[in-house]
Nanobody, 127 residues
Framework: QVQLVESGGGLVQAGGSLRLSCAVS????????MGWFRQAPGKEREFVAA????????YYSDGVKGRFTISRDNAKNTVYLQMNMLKPEDTALYYC????????????????????WGQGTQVTVSS
């Protein structure tokens, strides 16, 4: 059984930082790209960032580029999202997700490309 467990969310003031973690079990973690998505109240879930199976390639949404960094540690089966210069509009439930296709050549921003999802961790940024 594949499990994704996010942690690291919380309440932070605007301009602050948080680091989210997502621990994966039940799958060959190192063979699959990983993504982070978020859903704010009343809005649809949206893509945030993705990282290739080997950690070489990353991709970010325009809204977080330059502020967020995605990384992974394949020895620990964990993917991270370092979030700096947080803004109130970053407030959302953040989900990690595992790609459905091993060693995908091009990172996907589509939710349908990701097969497994965590339960989410709440990030709240106060102004």
């Amino acid at each position: 059984q594949v499990q994704l467990v996010e942690s690291g969310g919380g309440l932070v003031q605007a301009g602050g930082s948080l680091r989210l973690s997502c621990a994966v079990s039940g799958r060959t973690f190192s063979s699959y790209a990983m993504g982070w998505f978020r859903q704010a109240p009343g809005k649809e879930r949206e893509f945030v960032a993705a990282i290739s199976w080997n950690g070489i390639n990353t991709y970010y949404s325009d809204g977080v580029k330059g502020r967020f960094t995605i990384s992974r540690d394949n020895a620990k089966n964990t993917v991270y999202l370092q979030m700096n210069m947080l803004k109130p509009e970053d407030t959302a439930l953040y989900y990690c997700a595992a790609d459905s296709i091993g060693m995908r050549a091009v990172l996907s921003t589509r939710q349908g490309s990701y097969l497994y999802w965590g339960q989410g961790t709440q990030v709240t940024v106060s102004s």
